[in-house]
Nanobody
């Protein structure tokens, strides 16, 4: 049974920083990619940052230069370092893992990030 457990969300002032963590438990067969998605009220879920098994990263244009995705393969953990946060970054952030030749899709429970003064 695969589970993704997220931590690090919370309330932060504009310009501040947060570090999100997502730790996977259980057996995952052949990870293809790990990433972070977010959904703000009234908006569709969007990709924020993704890292493939080969180490290739991709960022949404709105976060490029401010957010950094990284991974720890020994722990099967993915991180999202968020710097210079803006109110428009406010959303529920979800951890995602795609595995087994892109056929398996796992999601975390979501963690709230609120950027407000």
């Amino acid at each position: 049974q695969v589970q993704l457990v997220e931590s690090g969300g919370g309330l932060v002032q504009p310009g501040g920083s947060l570090r999100l963590s997502c730790a996977a438990s259980g057996s995952i067969f052949g990870i293809n990619a790990m990433g972070w998605y977010r959904q703000a009220p009234g908006k569709q879920r969007e990709s924020v940052a993704v890292v493939t098994n080969g180490g290739v990263t991709d960022y949404a244009s709105s976060v490029k230069g401010r957010f950094t995705i990284s991974r720890d393969n020994t722990k099967i953990t993915v991180y999202l370092e968020m710097n210079r946060l803006k109110p428009e970054d406010t959303a529920v952030y979800y951890c995602n893992v795609v595995a087994d030749n892109w056929s398996a899709d796992y999601w975390g429970q979501g963690t709230q990030v609120t950027v407000s003064s």
